[in-house]
């Protein structure tokens, strides 16, 4: 990585590598979920938690992929990386850090929320007493 002008680092962020890293974030986000439903005991409230987890991500997962492909597309090609802060210079640059890391955030959400209705099916069937199905 090289420094261009204004210490900004060289190559900017393309469109594909932000996917990509957003969903290695969902993916593990998936084991962090699989923690957290341990920590809920009850039933009703795991099956509760999970869905909320799910419904949450699908919603915020969306605002924020259309708010960042927003944002992207009006920054015109200058998207820049959060090590690239101290080279904004007024505060609209601001929308070139935030685009990409919505993005990011974005995709690691919609990949989540299906992935908590699935866990949601199967607390829902888990048989009475099975450490799937709470105490």
Do not use: K
Not at 95 to 118: D, K, Q, S, Y
């Amino acid at each position: 990585m090289s420094s261009g002008d204004r210490n900004i680092i060289q190559p900017r962020l393309r469109v594909r590598d932000v996917l990509l890293r957003g969903a290695l974030y969902g993916l593990a986000s998936i084991v962090v979920l699989l923690i957290a439903m341990w920590c809920v005991g009850d039933h009703s409230d795991r099956e509760e938690f999970i869905a909320v987890v799910g419904g949450f991500a699908l919603v915020f997962g969306g605002v924020f992929v259309v708010f960042g492909a927003f944002f992207w597309a009006c920054c015109g090609g200058d998207i820049r990386r959060w090590r690239d802060f101290r080279s904004i210079t007024s505060q609209w640059e601001g929308v070139t850090i935030m685009a990409p890391a919505m993005v990011r955030c974005g995709v690691m959400a919609l990949v989540l929320a299906p992935a908590a209705f699935w866990l949601y099916g199967l607390v829902d069937e888990a048989a009475y007493g099975s450490w799937l199905y709470g105490a």
